[in-house]
């Protein structure tokens, strides 16, 4: 295995939380009273001011550039915009155990990245004698949560909030360049390292990868979530990376093109993270921007975690 140069301080992290943020303070703004009859300072609590789902909702989208866009999947999948927050759950996904756990932390509305009712628009109508949904939906409706997808939004700002976030958690945030900004010019390392840092810093027990683990790695193209592979195999054309960083692939496409590039002699390998576990920080970004936003407020930010195992 190769010496380990790698300028990231590989495990400095792992003793520190493995689940993120999972609680807030609740407590209100102290705030200091001065009267020309009292002659020192009195503090009190006061509590968040009401506000509601859709001024939550209009908050966000109205710092993104050209929004509020015509046509989104960023549309309430339960509850409505009048219902008066009593608290906020950000997630990548509202399953069902986030659903339970945000009951149990009396937060009301959940924002979550991905789709609630398992496609990309949200369409209920083909499920509408399903169990597992039914089931779900009437867990919403019984205790009055509101739902809103905030994916497209996200993205959209400026820079994306979900590159942000993963960023942050990696600890890249000064590599970040905002004239290509999904890619990423870092100190020379291994392959092995790497892969190495990806999977401690963001929790992740297994990766799938091509390559050859003793390779030199420093020009990374960063693509979280799922960007396809059309524009995943045009983007390493272009940027001539080292290393494809990604959420997840179609195996018959990426995979295969950059088995075909290394067959052709060229330096070029694939991490495949995951699709959650390479935009769960976006959620967290999301709680940590309403935080700022609303304080007072007790938001929390629930690992919806991977649905999948590996042996």
């Known amino acids: 295995m190769s010496t380990n140069n790698y300028p990231f301080q590989l495990g400095q992290d792992q003793s520190r939380r493995k689940f993120i943020y999972n609680f807030t303070k609740a407590a209100g703004v102290a705030t200091l009273l001065t009267s020309p009859v009292i002659s020192h300072a009195d503090s009190f609590f006061v509590p968040p001011a009401p506000v509601t789902v ?21 549309t309430l999948k339960a509850g409505n915009r009048d219902i008066q ?10 399953t069902i155990e986030v659903i339970r756990k945000s009951i149990a932390l009396g937060a009301n509305f959940i924002i979550a990245h991905e ?8 369409q209920t ?10 089931y779900k939906a009437d867990l919403l409706q019984q205790h009055n949560i509101a739902v809103w997808r905030n994916h497209d939004y996200i993205h ?17 945030q000064s590599y970040y360049n905002p004239v290509a900004t999904n890619v990423l010019m870092l100190p020379t390392t291994s392959l092995s390292s790497l892969i190495d840092h990806l999977k401690q810093k963001l929790f992740i027990d297994k990766v799938r990868y091509i390559g050859d683990l003793k390779q030199n790695c420093q020009k990374i193209l960063l693509m979280p979530g799922a960007a396809g592979g059309t524009r995943q195999i045009q983007a390493m054309g272009k940027e001539k990376p080292d290393v494809l960083i990604c959420g997840e692939i179609q195996e018959w496409e990426t995979a295969e093109y950059v088995r075909d590039a290394q067959a052709k002699g060229q330096k070029l390998s694939l991490i495949v993270l995951g699709h959650i576990a390479s935009e769960e920080p976006g959620s967290e970004f999301m709680a940590n ?14 690992l919806s975690n991977n649905s999948l195992s590996f042996l």
Request: a negative charge; aromatic letters at 12%; proline letters at 6%.
């Open 115 to 122: 789709p609630t009712f398992y496609n990309h628009q949200d």
């Open 289 to 302: 921007w309403l935080k700022e936003k609303l304080p007072g407020m007790k938001i929390t930010h629930l």
């Open 85 to 94: 927050v009593t608290g906020i759950v950000t997630t990548m996904f509202a």
């Open 54 to 74: 859709g001024e939550v909702m209009d908050m966000f989208i109205n710092q993104v550039p050209g929004a509020p866009f015509n046509s989104t999947v960023d």
């Open 156 to 172: 959209s700002i400026n820079p994306d909030g979900v590159r942000m976030g993963l960023l942050k958690q990696l600890g890249w």
């Open 125 to 134: 109508a083909w499920l509408a004698n399903d169990e597992v949904y039914r």
